[in-house]
C-alpha cells in the first residue's frame, strides 16, 4: 500500500520557525528602543511585531524553494500521487502558518502592553490591529501557502534558473507597492467593505493555486 508522504510538520522545524519569528520581533523592538534612546520621538511604533511579520512572509519564500522541491521529488519517487502530494503539503502547510500567525498576535499584544507602560501618552505611529482581524487568522496564512506552493512549483518546472524569475517578480512587486502606497488605488482598495476585500484575496489564492497545479501537474521528478 502507498504510503502518503506529507509535508513535514515536526516538532523540530515548527520550533525553528518559532525561534525565528521570536528573534524577529525581540530584534525590532532592541532596535526602536535604541532609536527612542539616542534620537528620541514624538510616536511609537510596533517594530518588533512588524520584523516579525516580514520574518514569517521571508521564511514562506525560502522554505518552499527547498522544501517544496526536496517533498516533492520524494514522494512522487516513492509512486504517491500529485494530487495527495499538493493537497497534504497545503493543509499542513496552511496549519503551520496559521499557528506562526497565532504567536505573532501574542508578541504584538506583548508589544502594545510594553508601548502604553513604557511610553504613556505617546502617540502609536502604526496602530496594527486591523491586521490582526480575526480573517487574518485564516487568509494570511492562505496567501502565504498559496505563494509558497507557487514559489515551489515553478522552482521544480525552471530549476535553478526559476530563482532570477522569481527575485525579479518580488522586487517588480515591492517597488510597485511603494510607488503606489499612497495612490488612490490604495485608498479605494482600503475602503472596499470587508467581504470585497476577502474575496478578493481568496481570488488571487485561487489564481496562484491553479497555476501551481498546472505547472506540477505533468512535473517530472529531479533526483
Given amino acids: 500500500m502507498k504510503k502518503l508522504l506529507v509535508y513535514s510538520l515536526r516538532w523540530q522545524n515548527l520550533l525553528v520557525n518559532f525561534l525565528v519569528i521570536v528573534g524577529a520581533f525581540l530584534f525590532g523592538n532592541v532596535i526602536h528602543e535604541i532609536i527612542m534612546n539616542s534620537v ?28 517544496g522541491v526536496q517533498q516533492f521529488n520524494l514522494a512522487i519517487s516513492m509512486g ?10 497545503a493543509i499542513q502547510y496552511l496549519i503551520l502558518n496559521v499557528l506562526e500567525w497565532l504567536l505573532l498576535f501574542a508578541l504584538y499584544n506583548i508589544e502594545k502592553t510594553k508601548m502604553s507602560n513604557v511610553y504613556r501618552g505617546i502617540e502609536v505611529d502604526l496602530n496594527l490591529d486591523m491586521i490582526f482581524h480575526p480573517a487574518t487568522f485564516i487568509l494570511v496564512p492562505l496567501v502565504i501557502m498559496s505563494y509558497g506552493i507557487l514559489i515551489a512549483a515553478i522552482a521544480l518546472k525552471l530549476g535553478a534558473n526559476a530563482k532570477w524569475i522569481v527575485m525579479i517578480v518580488y ?25 470585497a476585500i476577502i474575496g478578493l484575496i481568496c481570488l488571487i489564492c485561487a489564481v496562484m493555486l491553479t497555476v501551481s497545479v498546472i505547472l506540477i501537474k505533468k512535473q517530472q521528478v529531479n533526483v
Fill in 40 to 67: 528620541g520621538a514624538d510616536s511609537v511604533f510596533p517594530m518588533g511585531t512588524f520584523i516579525g511579520i516580514m520574518a514569517i512572509v521571508i521564511m514562506g519564500f525560502l522554505a518552499n524553494w527547498n522544501e
Fill in 80 to 89: 504517491e500521487t500529485r494530487r495527495k502530494f499538493m493537497i497534504s503539503f
Fill in 171 to 195: 522586487l517588480a512587486i515591492c517597488i510597485g507597492m511603494s510607488r503606489i502606497s499612497d495612490g488612490a488605488a490604495v485608498v479605494r482598495l482600503i475602503h472596499l467593505p470587508v467581504y
